[in-house]
């Protein structure tokens, strides 16, 4: 088995179930300053209700004794986000696939045959049109990594003077322009690691 450095070498194909675009719930998003180094599923809600002052600077909020400060972020025109969980790769499931969404992505994944470890499948958990977007002691700011990858769809349609096919699917198919995470983290040993 592989540990998850050696694993970001392999390259891998990423399948996106359309269908769980269309039924994706609401979900209220908040970009943390830190890194959290768990994956497993648990009761997130439970546990993190951030109790959010509204103050002159922006917002505010203490998450472990750090205070944070932050600011909404919406999602750029035209584009869709949502939080995005890789599903397991069981036995079994590469005869169950079913694909729905337009007749060319099935023609797609029709010509290709799937292989366990090279194959992942993601699906939509939930739907945003903003996040609030936090910093360690100051609010993030216009220079946030953040702000010009949201920013970068536009610019780079102005810069080269034509949409980029994918672009343009992507707009089409209303993807996430959220990293894939899982929509619920672990509560039991849990580090926290600010920058």
């Known amino acids: 088995m592989k540990n998850p450095e050696e694993a970001g070498d392999d390259k891998q194909r990423i399948h996106l179930r359309p269908g769980s675009l269309r039924g994706a719930a609401p979900a209220k998003l908040h970009l943390l300053p830190c890194d959290v180094l768990v994956s497993r599923p648990a009761p997130v809600e439970r546990f993190f209700t951030p109790a959010v002052r509204h103050g002159a600077d922006g917002l505010q909020v203490s998450f472990r004794g750090r205070g944070l ?22 036995e079994g499931l590469i005869g169950k696939l079913n694909f729905s969404g337009d007749a060319e992505d099935k023609a797609d994944e029709a010509q290709e045959p799937l292989e366990r470890d090279f194959d992942r499948f993601i699906g939509a958990t939930g739907s945003f049109s903003h996040f609030t977007l936090w910093g360690l002691e100051t609010v993030p700011g216009p220079d946030a990594k953040v702000h010009r990858a949201l920013g970068w769809p536009s610019l780079a349609a102005a810069s080269l003077g034509v949409k980029c096919r994918h672009l343009e699917s992507i707009r089409r198919s209303r993807l996430s322009i959220a990293r894939s995470c899982p929509s619920t983290m672990s509560s039991d040993r849990v580090r926290i690691y600010w920058p």
């Open 69 to 90: 400060r932050g600011e909404d972020v919406a999602v750029p025109p035209g584009f869709a986000g949502f939080v995005m969980v890789t599903e397991e790769m069981g």
